[in-house]
């Protein structure tokens, strides 16, 4: 159980253009997801909190109007790298979150989306 | 505030002996405290998780971890390294709904 899924895996696009990652949590339902980014050897940084039906929750330094997180039903949620840079190129991951605002407590993470912008 | 400390950005160990890769936290509250395993390019995968409940706490793979509170430690180990144990590890502590992460442990493992 607790299976989070990301399509596509990989993705290679041009600078300028906009790319679309999908988070779909298979089993469960998933009040909270949250997107992180992960940069070669490093650990993970969380860029946002996404709660179903309401505007995500972006950490400090992360634009929100760049990366553009929809979470429209209990099931899935979408990260959009609006006009990609080279810059953007990294591993991004979701992940789900059983439960519910304060008890959300396991997040169980989906397989990652590596995008590299040329 | 809360943060997590890997004390080991490397370990390397031979097969059939034992793995420790430590971690030590602060939190302002009483913390959730979870394990978690990467393979390359691949997403985490939960070891194990500590709630409040035992304070040695087993996972899968054969992995426990010991949540010491007076060292507000939770280092994690397995008495037998096997290749497949070959990844990057991370600490994790929980505050309500948020995720603080470990820079990572990266577990080598010789034939």
């Known amino acids: 159980g607790a299976v989070v899924s990301q399509h596509p895996s990989r993705v290679i696009c041009k600078s300028g253009t906009s790319v679309k990652i999908e988070c779909r949590s298979l089993?469960?339902?998933?009040?909270?997801m949250f997107w992180y980014r992960q940069f070669p050897k490093q650990s993970l940084m969380l860029m946002a909190t996404s709660n179903e039906g309401s505007k995500a929750t972006y950490e400090q330094g992360v634009e929100k109007d760049k990366f553009l997180i929809n979470h429209a039903s209990l099931t899935l949620s979408t990260l959009t790298v609006t006009s990609a840079h080279p810059e953007d190129s990294s591993f991004y991951i979701c992940?789900?979150?059983?439960?519910?605002?304060?008890?959300?407590?396991?997040?169980?993470f989906g397989p990652g989306t590596r995008l590299t912008v040329l | 505030a809360q943060s997590v400390t890997q004390l080991d950005s490397h370990v390397s160990v031979s097969e059939g002996t034992p793995v420790l890769l430590r971690c030590n936290y602060s939190s302002s509250y009483s913390p959730s405290l979870f394990w978690y395993v990467q393979h390359p390019n691949k997403g985490l995968q939960l070891l194990l998780k500590y709630t409040s409940a035992a304070t040695l706490v087993k996972g899968i793979n054969g992995f426990e971890a010991e949540f010491k509170k007076s060292e507000t430690s939770f280092h994690l180990t397995k008495p037998s390294a096997h290749m497949s144990d070959a990844a990057e590890y991370f600490c994790v502590v929980s505050d309500l709904n948020k995720f603080y992460f470990g820079s990572g442990t990266k577990l080598n493992v010789k034939p």
């Open positions: 089993d469960f339902q998933a009040t909270t």
């Open positions: 992940s789900a979150g059983l439960g519910a605002g304060a008890l959300t407590d396991t997040q169980y």
